[in-house]
């Protein structure tokens, strides 16, 4: 058991250390916490609390113990409970700090390092209030030295502010090395003699810009890898998803192969800004460069990258080809190293204190439909086609277009737009640090129409999501019941006075020609129907007709046993064409200049789709139509052509259906 005087001679030598390593501690930490810009400096710093903070709790605590436990005889009520106030800001902010340092600012957990903040500052406050009070009623008593303090032993100060001075010294002197040991960005093209042969702009004929004024270092823009140590869950989204095999896309290779094969690689720009920015940006994209046609490149594997994304920091305009403007992130610290313990003090650093990543990766341009447009719009200039300027596809003009933007209603300021994200980037259940206090993130798998990617990878969950999403009730078929003004509901006499027509109920006589008029209606896809590439794909209205006994009265929008939409199927696409009037099938977009055919379905807006047959004389009542809006992402023509050896049958997708018996009746004869 120790006496006073055991406790009083324990509690001297453990003051300094506590008092010096508290002092360097609160110092580190009011830096980090008033200096707001991010800077090699600044994260040398959190280091160094982060250091302080860890020693801080080691020695501190158990000093606190010996010093209460010494004075809780002490008769002086205000100093004892001034200094038992302090326990529980103490314990607060050691808490919250180790879990600020091990589990970082997560987005639900932003108050835990609120909370260690605002309880170390407590903390300080009455320690300081406490000494003073001590202070103070020390001096009043008999013979008092108003500045002695008993546990604190000579020279204890100035310790302490030499330990705060070396602290401040190494983390100058750590950014002054780390500044000048750090392998520095490259702003000068990958290819070497890097041709300019759309003009004097670097990425011409895509539309992109930098923030710097030059090209990207690869490391900025690529190495996704490096973001999934934290964001696994999302990455495991992106990875499934069209925007990741946007250059692996054995049709995008194949495409982007024959565009470098017939106007070289420096043409392949046009394709890369969206497909594979970290080719374009790092300057591939010329003679003695790989474009991300090559299998097993980094801009082939990655398509479009964590950092493709997140690293757009405005828009050129919003004409599409890739009209963005790139802008890096900042670094932390190590961003680059490959050793393992210096990647783990980067993750350290970004964890703790986030700020700065946040900014980055956050903004609030990606909540922006506008932000959609720099890819998902399309033109051809002159100086790819060789004849003009020729609008492609657009789904940002076709979304503001819509209702679903409120662009074209007197409150179209209201927050009931529905935003290109709402719909491919719904809100689902996550582990992400980044989630929301419902425990949610945007989906990075970035549902679509894509329905051939998941097929060739064998990805039954992905393909399953886009069935399902492209099944939601987005698309509406129904097939008007017929009605005729001949009809009889009874052979007793009527006056036509006392008859609903509308009420009649429908019929055919055997013989006669029926007409069937379906309406197809975009009622839910927020931009024109069908989007995307409708020069490859297939959207058609397939209808049959059968009597009791299934026999087949009438068909149409049949698929053939070669795998081809028959001819006279009613389709939504394009046929595109290039100035020899010919059919540009191979989606080699460089030689279009027009369209021979387009047919789509604006957003909100229904088609009306009518056939016509005649019943035969030995169809058996009743008699049955039905009618599908059926999708595949690739007609078969040019899915044998681009996939060659990995071409597999596309499966269509019923995106809506519908269907109607009606009664087959005998005209009986008029005598």
Not at 51 to 77: D, E, K, M, Q, W
Request: proline fraction near 5%; hydrophobic fraction near 40%; include cysteine.
């Amino acid at each position: 058991m120790m006496g006073p005087k055991d406790l009083l001679s324990l509690e001297q030598r453990l003051a300094p250390r506590a008092i010096t390593i508290t002092t360097a501690c609160a110092l580190t930490g009011l830096a980090t916490y008033v200096v707001d810009r991010h800077s090699n400096w600044l994260q040398w710093s959190v280091l160094a609390h982060i250091l302080t903070g860890l020693l801080c709790a080691f020695v501190l605590l158990p000093y606190l113990y010996i010093h209460f436990r010494r004075t809780l005889s002490v008769r002086r009520l205000g100093v004892l409970l001034s200094g038992l106030a302090t326990i529980l800001p103490v314990l607060t902010f050691v808490v919250a700090g180790l879990i600020v340092t091990i589990d970082g600012q997560r987005e639900t957990t932003r108050w835990i390092y609120a909370t260690h903040v605002y309880a170390a500052l407590t903390f300080l406050g009455l320690v300081v209030g406490h000494v003073v009070l001590h202070l103070v009623m020390r001096s009043k008593r008999k013979g008092g030295n108003p500045g002695e303090l008993a546990s604190l032993p000579p020279g204890t100060w100035r310790r302490t502010l030499t330990f705060s001075g070396v602290v401040a010294l190494l983390t100058v002197g750590c950014t002054l090395v780390y500044n000048a040991t750090v392998d520095p960005y490259r702003s000068t093209p990958a290819a070497a003699n890097y041709e300019y042969s759309y003009g004097e702009h670097r990425f011409r004929p895509s539309q992109t810009e930098t923030s710097n004024g030059a090209f990207i270092d690869k490391r900025q823009v690529a190495e996704s890898e490096r973001c999934i140590s934290c964001h696994r869950d999302v990455a495991e989204q992106w990875y499934a998803s069209a925007h990741r095999q946007a250059a692996s896309d054995r049709t995008y290779v194949t495409n982007v192969t024959l565009l470098a094969t017939k106007k070289g690689i420096a043409a392949t720009r046009y394709c890369e800004g969206c497909h594979a920015p970290v080719a374009l940006l790092s300057g591939e994209l010329s003679p003695g460069g790989e474009h991300a046609g090559i299998v097993g490149t980094v801009a082939n594997v990655e398509g479009v990258s964590c950092m493709g994304c997140h690293g757009v920091g405005s828009m050129v305009h919003l004409k599409g080809v890739a009209s963005y403007e790139f802008k890096p992130r900042e670094d932390y610290l190590f961003e680059n190293s490959d050793n393992p313990i210096l990647r783990r003090l980067h993750d350290l650093l970004l964890r703790a204190r986030p700020q700065q990543h946040r900014q980055d990766l956050g903004k609030p341009l990606f909540k922006d439909p506008q932000y959609c447009a720099a890819c998902h719009a399309q033109f051809m200039d002159k100086d790819m086609n060789n004849w003009g300027w020729v609008k492609m596809q657009d789904e940002y003009t076709a979304w503001v277009n819509s209702p679903y933007s409120k662009q074209h209603e007197e409150a179209f300021s209201e927050s009931a737009a529905t935003r290109c994200q709402d719909c491919h980037m719904p809100l689902v259940p996550s582990t992400d640090p980044s989630r929301d206090e419902q425990g949610r993130v945007r989906s990075h798998a970035f549902p679509g129409a894509n329905t051939f990617l998941p097929i060739l990878e064998g990805d039954d969950s992905h393909l399953a999501l886009v069935q399902e999403f492209l099944q939601s009730n987005k698309m509406r078929l129904s097939i008007d019941r017929p009605r005729r003004d001949d009809t009889r509901q009874t052979q007793q006499a009527l006056n036509e006075s006392l008859r609903r027509v509308e009420e009649a109920p429908p019929y055919y006589y055997l013989g006669e020609d029926v007409h069937v008029r379906i309406g197809v209606t975009n009622r839910g896809v927020g931009h024109d129907f069908p989007g995307g590439t409708i020069d490859i794909g297939e959207a058609w209205v397939e209808f049959q007709a059968f009597d009791a006994d299934g026999a087949e009265l009438y068909s149409s929008g049949q698929i053939e046993p070669d795998g081809n939409l028959e001819d006279e199927a009613y389709q939504y696409r394009s046929f595109a064409v290039d100035k020899k009037g010919e059919l540009v099938w191979r989606h080699d977009l460089f030689n279009m200049v027009g369209e021979s055919f387009r047919r789509i379905i604006r957003a909100g807006e229904t088609d009306i789709v009518e056939f016509e047959f005649s019943v035969p004389a030995w169809a058996k009542s009743p008699l049955t139509v039905t009618a599908a809006l059926r999708y595949r992402k690739l007609n078969d023509r040019y899915a044998r052509w681009a996939l060659a050896e990995r071409y597999v049958p596309i499966p269509a997708v019923n995106l809506a259906w519908d269907s109607l018996q009606i009664p087959l009746k005998l005209r009986k004869e008029v005598d």
